[in-house]
């Protein structure tokens, strides 16, 4: 069985979506592409079927097609953006091979303000459009959702009274997977080197050891006086010290042991 693909069916597939009238053009459009394609690669013949051919698989596929574009169009975005998405969609993608080939079938000066439009209809705040933009040219797959966790953890700070600094530091702990006790120790120990004038490598290096350190700074303090030699350094890992003395003791430190650890620490 042959079946001509016809306006009229066209037209009344279309009236079943409930979309607006005006997305009719580029859904009649769509359709007949996709027919055109499927007619190239097999075409209909006498044994195709009511439910088996191509006229119905280029209104199936369409369908499909035009609730992607439509959603993409009323974010904002471009009919090229638009289009690609709807197509990769359909395919079944995941989301971050849906983006990547969208952006890939653009025009290189489009594709930031694109990406912007993206990243926007999913969380509409700077935090997130930066964190998200950072991780996805990074090529990371899950990054829309470390840009979610990240932009939680940076507002969780701000609100409780921290600063940009700290709250970014401790944003970053997080997304790498840190528990919440070595993302604080991070963060205060990123924040302070920082505002002693230590650049951005100098100052993760010193929170990343610190944490690292963590619930077993005494056993580190060799290998600390050997890597950091600053008074502001010593003394934020001399507290670091009496904390973890402290939790595990229940106790606050004997002044003869802490002056032990401060007589290592300055020799």
Known sequence: MIIELTEKLIQDAFSKTGIDKKYYPQYEAEVKRCYAALQKDTPDDEESTENDNNVKASLDNTNEYIVFYVSEIEKGHSHAWSNAYAHYSVLGENDFWIVQYTLESLEVNERDKEFEIHANSIVKDPIFVNRFKDLFGQGIADSCEKAKEYCQAYHKCIGNGKSEIYAHAYAEAVNEGMIEIYCDIYAEAYELAITHGEDDSAS?????????????????????????????QKEFFVQLICKDYEKDYKRPMDNSLLEEIRKELYK
């Open 204 to 232: 993760d290096d010193f929170g990343r050891f610190c944490s690292n350190a963590a619930d077993n700074s005494i056993l580190m303090l060799q290998d600390f006086s050997k890597k950091f030699t600053k008074d502001w």
